[in-house]
Protein backbone atom coordinates (compact mmCIF):
# COMPACT_ATOMS: atom_id res chain seq x y z
CA UNK A 1 0.00 0.00 0.00
CA UNK A 2 1.91 3.56 -0.99
CA UNK A 3 1.20 6.10 1.62
CA UNK A 4 2.04 9.51 1.80
CA UNK A 5 1.48 10.67 5.87
CA UNK A 6 1.01 14.49 6.88
CA UNK A 7 -0.13 15.73 10.61
CA UNK A 8 -3.81 17.03 10.25
CA UNK A 9 -3.19 19.81 12.39
CA UNK A 10 -4.07 22.18 12.91
CA UNK A 11 -0.90 23.52 13.51
CA UNK A 12 -1.02 26.69 14.82
CA UNK A 13 1.71 29.73 13.92
CA UNK A 14 1.96 33.06 15.28
CA UNK A 15 2.35 35.65 12.23
CA UNK A 16 5.66 36.22 11.41
CA UNK A 17 7.25 33.10 12.96
CA UNK A 18 8.49 29.83 10.58
CA UNK A 19 5.54 27.16 10.28
CA UNK A 20 7.08 23.57 9.35
CA UNK A 21 4.97 20.88 7.80
CA UNK A 22 5.90 17.69 7.22
CA UNK A 23 5.05 14.53 5.25
CA UNK A 24 6.69 10.84 5.13
CA UNK A 25 6.11 8.09 2.37
CA UNK A 26 6.14 4.47 2.34
CA UNK A 27 7.82 3.92 -1.12
CA UNK A 28 11.37 4.11 -0.78
CA UNK A 29 11.60 4.40 -4.83
CA UNK A 30 9.69 7.41 -5.38
CA UNK A 31 11.15 10.23 -7.06
CA UNK A 32 9.10 13.27 -7.15
CA UNK A 33 7.72 15.14 -4.28
CA UNK A 34 5.52 17.98 -4.21
CA UNK A 35 3.60 20.68 -2.01
CA UNK A 36 0.17 21.94 -2.81
CA UNK A 37 -1.76 24.83 -0.61
CA UNK A 38 -5.55 24.62 -0.54
CA UNK A 39 -8.00 27.36 0.50
CA UNK A 40 -11.43 26.17 1.79
CA UNK A 41 -13.53 25.20 -0.86
CA UNK A 42 -10.87 25.93 -3.88
CA UNK A 43 -8.42 23.80 -5.57
CA UNK A 44 -4.71 22.79 -4.92
CA UNK A 45 -2.39 25.27 -5.94
CA UNK A 46 1.62 24.03 -6.64
CA UNK A 47 3.78 25.71 -4.56
CA UNK A 48 7.00 23.72 -4.77
CA UNK A 49 8.46 20.98 -6.14
CA UNK A 50 11.72 19.01 -4.97
CA UNK A 51 13.38 15.63 -6.62
CA UNK A 52 16.48 15.80 -5.25
CA UNK A 53 17.96 15.31 -1.35
CA UNK A 54 18.62 18.86 0.70
CA UNK A 55 16.85 21.91 0.46
CA UNK A 56 15.28 24.02 -2.18
CA UNK A 57 14.20 27.71 -1.70
CA UNK A 58 11.29 29.82 -3.37
CA UNK A 59 10.79 32.92 -1.80
CA UNK A 60 9.55 32.54 1.34
CA UNK A 61 8.98 28.56 0.97
CA UNK A 62 11.94 26.04 1.69
CA UNK A 63 11.31 22.25 0.55
CA UNK A 64 13.89 20.00 2.17
CA UNK A 65 14.19 16.11 1.36
CA UNK A 66 15.65 13.31 2.44
CA UNK A 67 14.97 10.30 0.95
CA UNK A 68 17.53 7.85 3.36
CA UNK A 69 14.60 8.79 5.95
CA UNK A 70 11.70 9.11 3.75
CA UNK A 71 10.89 12.54 4.89
CA UNK A 72 10.02 16.08 2.88
CA UNK A 73 8.95 18.72 4.36
CA UNK A 74 7.93 22.87 4.06
CA UNK A 75 9.27 25.52 5.69
CA UNK A 76 7.21 28.85 5.75
CA UNK A 77 9.24 31.80 6.88
CA UNK A 78 7.80 35.19 8.10
CA UNK A 79 4.05 33.55 8.16
CA UNK A 80 1.66 35.61 7.10
CA UNK A 81 -2.51 35.52 7.91
CA UNK A 82 -2.80 34.97 4.17
CA UNK A 83 -0.90 31.42 4.65
CA UNK A 84 -3.70 30.27 6.45
CA UNK A 85 -4.76 26.92 4.23
CA UNK A 86 -4.66 23.11 4.31
CA UNK A 87 -1.13 22.04 2.44
CA UNK A 88 -1.03 18.78 0.97
CA UNK A 89 1.94 17.00 0.21
CA UNK A 90 2.31 14.41 -2.85
CA UNK A 91 4.46 11.73 -4.40
CA UNK A 92 4.75 10.44 -7.53
CA UNK A 93 5.85 7.07 -6.55
CA UNK A 94 6.15 5.58 -10.12
CA UNK A 95 10.61 5.04 -9.80
CA UNK A 96 10.58 5.28 -13.92
CA UNK A 97 8.97 9.08 -13.09
CA UNK A 98 6.72 9.70 -15.47
CA UNK A 99 2.27 10.41 -15.80
CA UNK A 100 0.91 8.36 -13.14
CA UNK A 101 -1.12 10.15 -10.99
CA UNK A 102 0.49 11.18 -7.73
CA UNK A 103 -0.62 10.22 -4.19
CA UNK A 104 -1.49 12.62 -1.89
CA UNK A 105 -1.20 13.09 2.22
CA UNK A 106 -4.55 14.20 3.69
CA UNK A 107 -3.04 17.63 4.77
CA UNK A 108 -2.22 19.97 7.33
CA UNK A 109 -4.05 22.42 8.53
CA UNK A 110 -2.35 25.61 9.11
CA UNK A 111 -3.44 28.40 11.06
CA UNK A 112 -1.72 31.91 11.43
CA UNK A 113 -2.30 33.83 14.37
CA UNK A 114 -2.27 38.08 13.63
CA UNK B 1 0.02 30.03 -20.95
CA UNK B 2 -1.91 26.95 -19.78
CA UNK B 3 -5.44 26.92 -18.12
CA UNK B 4 -7.39 24.58 -17.48
CA UNK B 5 -11.41 24.78 -17.22
CA UNK B 6 -14.10 22.54 -15.40
CA UNK B 7 -17.92 22.59 -16.09
CA UNK B 8 -20.19 22.62 -14.27
CA UNK B 9 -18.77 24.34 -10.88
CA UNK B 10 -21.70 22.99 -9.09
CA UNK B 11 -24.14 20.04 -9.24
CA UNK B 12 -27.00 18.26 -7.00
CA UNK B 13 -28.00 15.62 -8.64
CA UNK B 14 -30.80 12.32 -7.09
CA UNK B 15 -29.33 8.82 -6.53
CA UNK B 16 -29.68 6.96 -9.99
CA UNK B 17 -29.38 9.77 -12.00
CA UNK B 18 -26.40 9.70 -14.85
CA UNK B 19 -23.75 12.49 -14.76
CA UNK B 20 -21.25 13.89 -17.02
CA UNK B 21 -18.82 16.56 -15.91
CA UNK B 22 -16.47 17.63 -18.36
CA UNK B 23 -12.70 19.39 -18.44
CA UNK B 24 -10.56 21.14 -20.93
CA UNK B 25 -6.75 22.09 -21.40
CA UNK B 26 -5.82 24.86 -23.20
CA UNK B 27 -2.29 26.42 -24.26
CA UNK B 28 -0.48 22.73 -24.50
CA UNK B 29 -0.52 19.89 -26.32
CA UNK B 30 -0.34 16.44 -25.59
CA UNK B 31 -1.22 16.53 -21.55
CA UNK B 32 -1.32 14.06 -19.11
CA UNK B 33 -4.96 14.52 -17.87
CA UNK B 34 -5.96 13.21 -14.40
CA UNK B 35 -9.22 12.75 -12.64
CA UNK B 36 -9.39 13.12 -8.66
CA UNK B 37 -12.07 13.30 -6.33
CA UNK B 38 -11.90 15.04 -2.58
CA UNK B 39 -14.93 13.61 -0.28
CA UNK B 40 -15.51 15.16 2.82
CA UNK B 41 -12.45 14.72 5.48
CA UNK B 42 -10.56 12.85 3.37
CA UNK B 43 -7.70 12.91 1.15
CA UNK B 44 -7.61 13.39 -3.29
CA UNK B 45 -7.87 10.10 -4.62
CA UNK B 46 -7.21 9.71 -8.15
CA UNK B 47 -9.51 8.23 -9.94
CA UNK B 48 -8.36 7.79 -13.82
CA UNK B 49 -5.58 8.90 -15.87
CA UNK B 50 -5.30 9.44 -19.43
CA UNK B 51 -1.82 10.01 -21.27
CA UNK B 52 -2.95 10.33 -25.35
CA UNK B 53 -6.60 10.39 -27.09
CA UNK B 54 -8.73 7.48 -25.84
CA UNK B 55 -6.41 5.35 -23.76
CA UNK B 56 -7.71 5.39 -20.27
CA UNK B 57 -6.24 3.99 -16.88
CA UNK B 58 -8.74 3.29 -13.91
CA UNK B 59 -7.21 3.19 -10.29
CA UNK B 60 -10.20 2.64 -8.45
CA UNK B 61 -13.02 -0.05 -9.23
CA UNK B 62 -16.02 2.26 -8.89
CA UNK B 63 -19.38 3.29 -10.83
CA UNK B 64 -17.59 5.73 -12.74
CA UNK B 65 -15.63 5.93 -16.30
CA UNK B 66 -13.55 8.38 -18.07
CA UNK B 67 -13.20 9.13 -21.44
CA UNK B 68 -10.90 11.40 -23.58
CA UNK B 69 -12.41 12.27 -27.46
CA UNK B 70 -9.95 14.90 -27.60
CA UNK B 71 -6.32 15.72 -26.75
CA UNK B 72 -6.77 18.73 -24.36
CA UNK B 73 -10.88 16.88 -23.13
CA UNK B 74 -11.39 14.24 -20.66
CA UNK B 75 -14.65 13.48 -19.30
CA UNK B 76 -16.03 11.65 -15.99
CA UNK B 77 -19.04 9.71 -16.64
CA UNK B 78 -22.02 7.68 -14.36
CA UNK B 79 -24.41 5.38 -15.42
CA UNK B 80 -26.37 5.67 -12.59
CA UNK B 81 -24.84 8.02 -9.06
CA UNK B 82 -24.63 6.53 -6.32
CA UNK B 83 -24.53 8.50 -2.33
CA UNK B 84 -20.95 7.90 -2.16
CA UNK B 85 -19.97 9.73 -4.87
CA UNK B 86 -20.75 12.67 -3.51
CA UNK B 87 -17.55 14.63 -3.47
CA UNK B 88 -15.31 17.98 -5.06
CA UNK B 89 -14.02 16.57 -8.46
CA UNK B 90 -10.97 17.63 -9.43
CA UNK B 91 -9.61 17.72 -12.82
CA UNK B 92 -5.44 18.10 -13.62
CA UNK B 93 -2.51 18.08 -16.35
CA UNK B 94 0.87 17.59 -16.52
CA UNK B 95 3.40 17.46 -19.42
CA UNK B 96 6.37 14.97 -19.98
CA UNK B 97 8.06 13.23 -17.28
CA UNK B 98 8.24 15.68 -14.95
CA UNK B 99 4.91 14.86 -12.87
CA UNK B 100 3.93 18.28 -12.01
CA UNK B 101 0.19 18.48 -11.84
CA UNK B 102 -1.60 21.60 -11.91
CA UNK B 103 -5.28 21.49 -11.29
CA UNK B 104 -8.57 22.98 -12.37
CA UNK B 105 -11.39 24.67 -10.42
CA UNK B 106 -13.02 21.52 -9.67
CA UNK B 107 -16.60 20.36 -9.45
CA UNK B 108 -18.62 20.25 -6.49
CA UNK B 109 -21.19 17.14 -6.63
CA UNK B 110 -23.81 16.63 -4.20
CA UNK B 111 -25.65 13.32 -4.60
CA UNK B 112 -29.13 13.34 -2.57
Known amino acids: QKEVEQNSGPLSVPEGAIASLNCTYS??????FFWYRQYSGKSPELIMFIYSNGDKEDGRFTAQLNKASQYVSLLIRDSQPSDSATYLC??????????????FGKGTHLIIQP | SQTIHQWPATLVQPVGSPLSLECTVEGTSNPNLYWYRQAAGRGLQLLFYSVGIGQISSEVPQNLSASRPQDRQFILSSKKLLLSDSGFYLC???????????FGPGTRLTVL
Open chain 2, 92 to 102: AWSVGASGTQY
Open chain 1, 90 to 103: AVNMNSGGGADGLT
Open chain 1, 27 to 32: DRGSQS
